[in-house]
């Protein structure tokens, strides 16, 4: 089994930045594919950046070029940096894991597709 834990939400100006941090506890080296979703009030959850067991990355056209996901394989950590927040960006972050094996670890992949999910930290920007 797996754990993921968020942190590191808050509330910012826009404009402003922030880094998110998901701890992976329980069997983590066994996880393939991690990422960060979010939903906004009213809205579906979405991907926002999905990173693979090779540390090759992908985003969501919103947030490509000021958002940046990372992770340290030592520390079970998985980062996402996010600069030059906008009130679009406002919502619940998630933390997600996989342990299966998927062909393609990529923002394309759905909510199904990880099987670990984090309670989620609030990310709230103000205009």
């Known amino acids: 089994q797996v754990q993921v834990e968020e942190s590191g939400g808050g509330s910012v100006q826009a404009g402003g930045s922030l880094r998110l941090y998901c701890a992976a506890s329980?069997?983590?080296?066994?996880?393939?594919?991690m990422g960060w979703f979010r939903q906004a009030p009213g809205k579906v959850r979405e991907a926002v950046a999905i990173?693979?067991?090779?540390?090759?990355?992908s985003y969501a056209d919103s947030v490509k070029g000021r958002f940046t996901i990372s992770k340290d394989i030592a520390k079970n950590t998985l980062y996402l940096e996010m600069n030059n927040l906008e009130p679009e960006d406002t919502a619940m972050y998630y933390c997600?894991?996989?342990?299966?094996?998927?062909?393609?670890?990529?923002?394309?992949?759905?909510?199904?597709?990880?099987?670990?999910w984090g309670q989620g930290t609030q990310v709230s920007v103000s205009s």
């Open positions: 329980g069997d983590a080296r066994s996880i393939r594919c």
């Open positions: 997600v894991a996989s342990r299966v094996y998927l062909v393609w670890c990529h923002i394309s992949l759905g909510e199904t597709d990880f099987g670990y």
């Open positions: 990173i693979d067991a090779d540390g090759d990355s």
